[in-house]
């Protein structure tokens, strides 16, 4: 390419980031650097841009570049920015701490004895979070105060994070009425709209983060919406799937677990490009999500996914092996998260915190009980109340309230199990979260039985049987005593369920009370895996995988999956520039090992161990035998387009026949990517099989 081609490339990549057109200013970026036109000001221009095109391993690159070219230029406190930036974006989206402390040295050294510049505002953020990452509140909130007094002075951004981070640390350490307060200067101020997107998001992103780790819903709920907003012309990067992820938590919390579940779906796919480690923060709501739907198997997968992303799953794996009825190892398992915890890194899930502690404590009361030890779950519900007061958060006092009255009805104490189960329902209803309401209904209808009260049972637990058929629910949580499917006085009998059933060669297909007959088809399969699961998005290499693996039965119980790593991916699993990245992470967790050993610290050590475990995994699940790439290729693609087609030729020869069942179909049937059956909430369509 000629001289005079260059600069044109680099100019339309210009203008296209001034567009907002992530992926063109990308790809003309691109295509200069190969062909050595980029400048040392490029650089981080690439690095901007290939973070919103969702190219995280060429954004480190570039800002790992500009460090190097820095260098040379003997610009030590640009290189110390580049470096800062470099650990940044380590932190943010892959929470590979090694690296991170490794890059923060750089600057360190490189930032020593000079005045206060941008460089030393960010360097104090980012170590404030590396500190907070790994349960160092005490040094988190003292980097904080100095990234407040330099960024005061020359980076308004720097400023607006590190103050947010300074709020997130007095309310970890206990300090909440204060850290509220900081919260809500640091939003107001970033309403204003003078900062850049990033670090817009960023606040925005940690504001939620914060109040949701606090337990103060309401208000996370309404930062959530302001998020939202700001997302659908603003966001870039990871900001939009950590947005889906706060979004699919305060559903589940207000009981739409099919709309949270769809919005757990989708963060786990927008996320993939960025996240690593922290992939299992959605994937972990994703399994609580199906807890609480019931979905026993899906919680399982999806949080055992987790679990291999580095995330710790706890408590909601060991409430999912309670529910299979596998008490002993659930109680083993809690015991062991309470008494060992993972020192898992995590901006959503600081360790070494009470408010971490919290929901552990809140399981282990009710998995104690069931395993007969009732000593040790009064002395978590004893540690939970402490902990409830000390943040003076209703949610907490609710959850607290709740233990305290599991642990008296165990004991024997119907009178005061009452009162306490009483106290959760009001707490629960004042927090709007109907889920934990009904389960403390359940309680308190066991309490008024134990009292000999049988018709205020039968009330408790027939509200606490509408709240969770209301909000999909599994059956399953509910007692299976002889009152469990007992009407209340005045109840209506169910409406009458429609019919899709497979009879030999031919489905019988029920609708509005006018019977078809249609023959076998793929896709009557995939619309049976649909009408089972109401609201379940479907990805379709599942609907695909499960109608070979089962011969095409329905079975609810192998519904939408864990979206697997490749999912929707074509070419190599790990690109030639993700394998480097990994291979100079694992060099720099090399040094970070050597450092910690040679200083005696064996958490960080262990920590680095951990991290380079992670990384040869996905580097060997990139090769295949003989070292040969894996290719992810265009399944999910193919897999779209022939699910799409199968499922749109069978509800037209459907329609040919039933008109009215053609229209339904039509109307409530989603295909793409994920597929999913949406009939109208207000007067669902019922169907058995």
């Not at 999806?302 to 109680?331: F, K, N, S």
């Not at 007969?372 to 519900?381: F, K, L, Q, T, V």
């Not at 969770?468 to 007692?479: H, M, Q, S």
């Not at 990994?582 to 262990?606: F, N, P, V």
Request: charged share 25%; hydrophobic share 45%.
């Amino acid at each position: 390419m000629t001289d005079g081609a260059g600069p044109g490339l680099i100019e339309r990549a210009r203008d296209a980031e001034a567009r907002g057109d992530w992926q063109e200013a990308f790809d003309l970026l691109m295509a200069a650097d190969a062909d050595g036109l980029l400048t040392l000001a490029d650089l981080p221009v690439l690095g901007e841009v290939a973070y919103a095109a969702g190219h995280l391993d060429v954004t480190i690159e570039a800002w790992e570049r500009a460090h190097a070219a820095c260098m040379r230029a003997d610009d030590r406190v640009a290189a110390a920015a580049a470096a800062v930036r470099v650990a940044m974006h380590l932190l943010f989206d892959t929470a590979l701490m090694a690296p991170v402390r490794g890059w923060l040295a750089r600057a360190e050294r490189l930032l020593e004895g000079r005045q206060a510049t941008p460089a030393h505002a960010w360097y104090a953020v980012v170590r404030s979070y590396e500190r907070m990452l790994t349960g160092d509140i005490a040094g988190a909130l003292q980097w904080a105060r100095d990234a407040i007094e330099v960024g005061s002075k020359c980076d308004p951004a720097a400023l607006a994070i590190a103050r947010v981070a300074e709020a997130r640390t007095l309310i970890l350490d206990g300090d909440v009425q204060q850290g509220l307060a900081l919260l809500d200067e640091a939003g107001v101020a970033t309403i204003s709209g003078d900062l850049d997107p990033f670090s817009t998001g960023v606040v925005y992103c940690e504001l939620v983060c914060a109040l949701q780790g606090a337990a103060q819903y309401d208000v996370a709920e309404e930062w959530t919406e302001a998020m939202e907003r700001w997302c659908e012309t603003n966001a870039i990067g990871s900001l939009h799937g950590r947005c889906r992820v706060h979004r699919a938590e305060i559903l589940r919390l207000r009981g739409l677990c099919n709309e949270a579940e769809s919005q757990a779906l989708v963060a786990c796919e927008e996320l993939r490009p960025y996240l690593r480690r922290e992939l299992g923060w959605p994937l972990n709501e994703l399994g609580r999500i199906r807890l609480h739907r019931g979905d026993i198997v899906g919680a399982n997968e999806a949080l055992l996914a987790a679990h291999r992303a580095g995330w710790d799953p706890q408590p909601d794996l060991a409430l999912v092996r309670l529910a299979q009825g596998d008490v002993a190892t659930a109680a083993a398992s809690i015991r062991d998260a309470l008494e060992h915890p993972l020192r898992v890194p995590s901006k959503e899930r600081p360790p070494n915190t009470d408010l971490q502690r919290a929901p552990l404590l809140e399981a282990q009361v009710e998995i104690e009980i069931a395993a007969g030890d009732h000593e040790r779950a009064r002395s978590a519900a004893d540690e939970l109340e402490l902990i409830a007061a000390r943040f003076e958060s209703k949610a907490l006092v609710a959850g607290a309230a709740l233990a305290r009255g599991r642990v008296r009805l165990a004991e024997g104490d119907a009178t005061g199990a009452e009162q306490s189960f009483s106290e959760a329902v009001q707490l629960w209803n004042e927090v709007g979260a109907p889920y934990e309401a009904a389960v403390a209904r359940i309680g308190l209808a066991e309490a008024h039985r134990a009292s000999g009260s049988e018709h205020r049972a039968v009330l408790e637990h027939q509200a606490a049987r509408t709240i969770l058929e209301g909000i999909e629910a599994a059956p399953t949580v509910l007692p299976a005593d002889d009152f469990a499917h007992r009407d209340a006085p005045g109840e209506q009998p169910a409406r009458s369920f429609n019919v899709f059933r497979r009879e030999g060669d031919y489905w019988t297909v029920v609708f509005e009370a006018q019977t078809v007959r249609v023959r076998d088809l793929k896709g009557m399969h995939y619309l049976a895996r649909l009408l089972a699961d109401p609201g379940r998005e479907y990805h379709v290499l599942d609907l695909v995988g499960a109608e070979i693996d089962s011969g095409a039965q329905v079975d609810n119980s192998q519904g939408a999956r864990v979206p697997g790593p490749a999912l929707g991916d074509a070419g190599e699993l790990l690109d030639l520039r993700a394998r480097d990245a990994y291979r100079r992470r694992l060099a720099e967790i090399d040094e970070d090992i050597e450092q910690a050993r040679a200083i005696g610290d064996t958490d960080q050590a262990a920590q680095a161990e951990v991290e380079r475990d992670f990384l040869l995994r996905e580097l060997a699940r990139a090769f295949g035998l003989g070292g040969r790439d894996r290719r992810a290729a265009s399944a999910s693609e193919r897999a779209r387009a022939g699910v799409t087609r199968a499922i749109r030729q069978t509800i037209s020869r459907m329609a040919e026949h039933h008109p009215q069942l053609g229209e339904h179909l039509s109307r409530t049937i989603r295909t793409g990517t994920y597929c999913g059956y949406h009939p109208d909430p207000r007067s669902p369509a019922r169907w058995r099989f």
